[in-house]
């Protein structure tokens, strides 16, 4: 009998630094129903705080939830951890999709890059989601001092601002930060450690739905803030381009700025096939396969790309996508 495969399970990837309220709010949300047939990869039980009554049963470093939550402990690297949750659905416990938390003090790209080019991993998951978690009390003094902040917020999809509760202050100059460094990213404010749980989960959209159907902010968003290095950049393409194009000018974009393009995600009309959006999604030079939606968003298509990193120049970046586009549609004699 012919197996049918699996698709690979969505994961979301939730980060931030050190003390920005990662822990409280993975604590929070193991206690909700609406984590179940979710899969949880955890640093350490010890921090959560796990009450007893909560725990149905455990093996090793698997632990089942009265939720219908499956809480796996990361020992020693991504492929294991999710080797061990896949091993446990193959044995009939099923969940729809993976929660991994990083630690406060590591670059998440590593992760990122893992999710997206390693095939063992490529087999089993596909990253949906960035949830970068922001301190609302000392988010500012961080941002100023750590570079490593600094990059994560630029790889968001969503920004999570914690701790509002305990701030006295005005967080407008936070938000404007956040905002000017990663304009795409909605921020979610979380109270008492808790949020809905769709901001995790996702629910019925995804990231490339909500960056078709935001209002498009048209302009590169350049900033003076002393220690920003990362900006962003924003186009709205009016025609389609053509897939060998479209595969060109990632590759161009990879070659020439590497590490500092901290993200890369879009939406995206193709030539060949204009009513279904093909979906982008880069960190770096390591991008996912360019895969496609049966149908846009919208009724209307728009197609929208969306860039953070460190010398980006939207100029240079629309005259490469159409220099190329151009150079490919004369040599297909259309």
Known sequence: MTQIPIAPVPMTVITGFLGSGKTTLIAALLRRQELANTAVIINEFGEIGLDHELIESSEEDLVELSTG??????????VDAVHRLMKKRGSGRGFERIVLETTGLADPTPIVHAAMADLTLRSHVVLDRVVVTVDGMNGLATLNTYGESRKQVGLADILLLTKTDLVTSDTNLLTERLTAMNPDAPIVRSVLGG???????GGATTWHEEIQLKEFRPASHQHNHQHDDITSVSLELKTPVPAVALTLFLQAMAETFGADLLRLKGIIQVAEDPEKPAILNGVQHVFHSIRSLDAWPDAVPRSRLVMIGRGLTKNWIEALLDTITEEVIEASGE
């Open 195 to 201: 949020i809905d749980p769709v901001v995790i989960t």
């Open 69 to 78: 939550c499956l809480c796996c402990v990361m020992r020693g690297d991504l």
